[in-house]
């Protein structure tokens, strides 16, 4: 198996399949059941969070046979089944990324007319839709300002920003959000379960972690640790094929700053630098934790906010801590970390940055206050 296969198997087959966008997959749905399919829409977002997923799910359900135009496509009949496996000929996908996408923007403009081969509707998804040149646009302005009653426009774009607002109002646009950790994490269980294996609960929540919110990185981290590891995968095992420094060590050096024990951190990084662990990762989790805690120490109610960024045990670790830092100490950790994360990409000497962060964290206070004195 590779890791390509996994996120390609997965790719939802139905509505209720996509994660995390219940309120783009709420208002399509409603809309299939009322018989009002708009005829343009347009998605934009982050990378590999379900937008071309939406965009195939709408060409199925709109030419489903058994269901008419159902919001539950049937995944059996003919049409369904030429979707799920990549045959259907009334979907065309053009990937405007490619080139400027002017002869096939044109070739849509003609094709248009013409009437779906199999099923009722034809559905253009063009994808990377801001890249398109000027000229392009216009052509495809004109097809959106009267396009023909069998045909539906699924524009997708990572930059909205770069769409122009006649196009922008022409359509229905749904803003794509990254999924949470924690609905990565049980899309990713689910998968292993059915691959016939399984997946710890916290080695989930790291992949989830790892992969940033993208549901698609998620899945080919998971693929490539399943290539790599037996069925039963834990944290410690995704840790070790990521390379990713233990996170327990970003709970111990937590712990070392606040107590200030700076020998005994300073020996930490020694031992991680020497381990050949990625210390840029340690130091993102490292401020990840100065960012909760401080969240935490300002106002407990925050908390929703943090939690799906660490894992339980984190931050209860980070709670346990809370009290041995003032409000202003992790404020200035935030920004100690901040400047010296910068550093990482041009530094001679590997653990440097983390040795100066974690000295100041420290130390830098003190020095403050007397000063001021
Ligand atoms: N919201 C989601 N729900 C379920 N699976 C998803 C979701 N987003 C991404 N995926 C997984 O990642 C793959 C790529 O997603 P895709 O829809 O092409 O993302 P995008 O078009 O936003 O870049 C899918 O095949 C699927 O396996
Ligand atoms: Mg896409
Ligand atoms: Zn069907």
Same mark, same amino acid.
């Given at each position: 198996m590779n890791e390509q296969v996994l996120y390609r198997k997965y790719r939802p087959k139905s509505f209720d399949e996509v994660v995390g966008q219940e309120h783009v997959v709420g208002a399509i749905k409603n809309a299939f059941k009322m018989g009002r399919v708009a005829h343009g829409f347009l998605f934009s977002g982050p990378r590999g969070i379900g937008k071309t997923s939406m965009a195939r799910l709408i060409a199925k359900a709109l030419n489903c046979e058994k269901n008419g135009k159902a919001d539950v496509p049937c995944n059996m009949c003919a049409l369904c089944r030429d979707f799920n496996e990549g045959r259907a000929v009334d979907v065309i996908e053009i990937?405007?990324?490619?080139?400027?996408?002017?002869?096939?923007?044109?070739?849509?403009?003609d094709g248009v007319r013409f009437v779906p081969v199999r099923g009722k509707y034809k559905t253009y998804i063009i994808d990377e839709v801001h890249q398109?040149?000027?000229?392009?646009?216009?052509?495809?302005?004109?097809?959106?300002e009267e396009p023909p009653a069998h045909a539906v426009f699924v524009l997708a774009t990572t930059v909205l920003e770069k769409v122009p607002a006649t196009i922008v109002s022409?359509?229905?646009?749904?803003?794509?959000?990254?999924?949470?950790? @924690?609905?990565?994490?049980?899309?990713l269980i689910t998968i292993a379960k059915k691959e016939g294996g399984t997946l710890k609960k916290d080695a989930a929540h790291l992949i989830a972690l790892a992969a940033e919110g993208g549901l698609r990185d998620a899945e080919s981290i998971l693929g490539q640790i399943m290539a790599a590891e037996d069925k039963d995968i834990t944290r410690e095992a995704v840790e070790e094929i990521l390379g990713l420094p233990r996170r327990e060590a970003v709970k111990e050096m937590f712990s070392l700053i606040a107590k200030k024990d700076a020998p005994a951190a300073l020996a930490l990084i020694q031992t991680l630098a020497e381990s050949g662990y990625d210390l840029s990762y340690f130091s993102k989790v490292l401020l990840q934790y100065f960012r909760s805690a401080f969240f935490l120490h300002t106002d407990p109610s925050l908390k929703p906010f943090i939690s799906a960024d660490l894992l339980p045990d984190e931050l209860e670790a980070i709670e346990k801590?809370?009290?041995?830092?003032?409000?202003?100490?992790?404020?200035?950790?935030?920004?100690?970390l901040f400047g010296h994360i910068q550093n990482f990409r041009k530094t001679p000497i590997p653990q440097l940055p983390l040795e100066l962060a974690?000295?100041?964290? @420290?130390?830098?206070?003190?020095?403050?206050?007397q000063e001021k004195k």
């Open positions: 990937d405007a990324a490619s080139n400027n996408g002017i002869d096939e923007i044109r070739e849509l403009r398109l040149s000027k000229q392009a646009f216009d052509a495809l302005l004109k097809t959106l022409r359509t229905q646009h749904y803003a794509f959000r990254r999924p949470s950790a @924690m609905d990565i994490a049980e899309r801590h809370l009290l041995l830092f003032t409000s202003a100490d992790l404020s200035r950790g935030i920004t100690i974690v000295i100041e964290l @420290m130390h830098g206070g003190e020095e403050r206050v």
